[in-house]
Nanobody
Framework: QVQLVESGGGLVQAGGSLRLSCAAS????????MGWFRQAPGKERDFVAA????????YYADSVKGRFTISRDNAENTVYLQMNSLKPEDTAVYYC?????????????????WGQGTQVTVSS
């Protein structure tokens, strides 16, 4: 069983930055492709970014490309999401997710494990 715990959310003004962390309690963290998703009130959950288990390749939603950066530290069993130039439309609950030895996917249904989420609020 994989447990994922997100942290780093909060309230920030537009144009500001936040760094989210997702700590995984698993022995083989480097075998998991990790993703970040977000869900705004009344909206569906959307893909934000992913980083693969094998090559560390990264993928981003068009809406965050150039502003967000996903990275991982396999020694610390942690994946990060650096968010810069934040906009009010980035306001959402952000979730990290994991899928075992699988390629990148923007489909949340293909991720096996999920964290509880962390709230990000961007004020205008």
């Amino acid at each position: 069983q994989v447990q994922l715990v997100e942290s780093g959310g909060g309230l920030v003004q537009a144009g500001g930055s936040l760094r989210l962390s997702c700590a995984a309690s698993v022995r083989s963290f480097n075998s998991y492709t990790m993703g970040w998703f977000r869900q705004a009130p009344g909206k569906e959950r959307d893909f934000v970014a992913a980083i693969t288990w094998s090559s560390g390749s990264t993928y981003y939603a068009d809406s965050v490309k150039g502003r967000f950066t996903i990275s991982r530290d396999n020694a610390e069993n942690t994946v990060y999401l650096q968010m810069n130039s934040l906009k009010p439309e980035d306001t959402a609950v952000y979730y990290c997710a994991a899928r075992f030895r699988s390629p990148y996917s923007a489909n949340g249904a293909q991720y096996e494990y999920w964290g509880q989420g962390t709230q990000v609020t961007v004020s205008s």
